[in-house]
């Protein structure tokens, strides 16, 4: 096979066959011109094409429409919370980043491409996680206020970073303040990991806690609930696991508060220990509520408008996070 190699830029366009392999640093280098400004809190891009052929309404950042358009030329001006920017904390940097891509139309010449865009900021000294959204949420239900989200290894703060190797934990801490209520006992009642903010029936999911209580990840990895410090308060020690490896990943739970003296089979935070079996958390004496983990749980008391007083349900949403690949 002959092939002849010309340089733009020490940025290599090779010619096979007639077969063009063009690489996108190259098409940048003569075709486009794009710049960047990294604001405090907002990102301008400015994109300026030279093909005529190109149609700069195609470009999207992340899932951002260009702010306005030109035949020649498309700008963004949009804010770092939007377009699906993803956010890292690495040392003394804090980074945004998200990708610039060209959506080609089936009949189009031009090669559809995707182009990283990042912003790197230096992380204040005083900056702590909680600055953005997928650390820690906060649900209001009647006069109650739920709280949920991933901290730090000894679970005294939020955590600093939303990136977690495969086979390390991630350590999750849910609450409940009661203002006027009795004492309340919080419990994740079901929780499942999905790649998107809200669940459809085509949602791909994978179940974490489920069968009312049950921490089924705690069966073949290092996954369990954590000694209560409170009533109010449950602490998930979760380990990563291979799913949706290297895309944004949500935990979506239902939590409930309830009455600490009316566990049963259905109320109940339950974890499996190697060489013992399902252990409650609350109270090992009474494990054998545990025992339906392996099938169904249903509670052996009458349902009635009374009962269900004695508790809450609260859907809450972690995320998004990423699992990485240690080797990648």
């Not at 094409?49 to 030109?70: H, K, V, W, Y």
């Amino acid at each position: 096979m002959h092939c002849v190699s010309s340089k733009h830029l020490v940025m290599m366009v090779s010619f096979c066959q007639g077969a063009l392999l063009l690489s996108l640093a190259a098409a940048m280098a003569v075709y486009a011109d794009m710049k960047v400004d990294c604001g405090p809190d907002f990102v301008t891009l400015m994109w300026t094409e030279s093909r005529p052929q190109a149609d700069t309404s195609l470009l999207r950042l992340g899932n951002c429409f260009p702010t306005s358009f030109s035949a020649g030329e498309a700008y963004f001006y949009v804010d770092l919370t939007d377009c699906n920017f993803r956010r890292l904390v690495t040392g003394d940097a804090l980074v945004y980043s998200n990708d610039l891509t060209y959506v080609a139309s089936a009949d189009s010449y031009n090669l559809a491409f995707t182009h990283p865009v990042v912003c790197a900021y230096e992380r204040p000294k005083d900056w702590y996680a909680t600055i953005y959204d997928p650390v820690f949420k906060t649900y209001s239900l009647g006069d109650l206020q739920f709280n949920i989200g991933l901290m730090n290894d000894d679970f005294s703060g939020p955590a600093e970073s939303t990136r977690f190797p495969l086979g390390s934990i991630i350590p999750i801490m849910a609450s409940v303040v009661q203002e006027t209520h009795q004492p309340l006992l919080l419990l994740l009642e079901e929780c499942v990991a999905a790649t998107t903010p809200e669940l459809y029936p085509e949602s791909t999911m994978y179940p974490i806690i489920s069968n009312k209580g049950c921490l089924l990840e705690s069966v073949s990895s290092r996954s369990k609930f954590e000694p209560r410090q409170k009533s109010s308060e449950i602490r998930l020690s979760l380990q990563t696991f291979t799913f949706a490896m290297g895309e944004e990943v949500f935990i979506h739970c239902k939590l409930l508060a309830w009455d600490p003296n009316g566990l049963d089979s259905t109320k109940k935070a339950c974890h499996f220990v190697k060489g013992h079996g399902w252990e409650l958390l609350d109270n090992l004496a009474q494990s054998n509520l545990c025992d339906c983990c392996e099938s169904k749980c249903k509670s052996r008391r009458q349902r009635s408008v009374a009962s269900e007083k004695h508790g809450m349900v609260q859907k809450a949403v972690i995320g998004p996070f990423t699992i990485t690949d240690v080797n990648s």
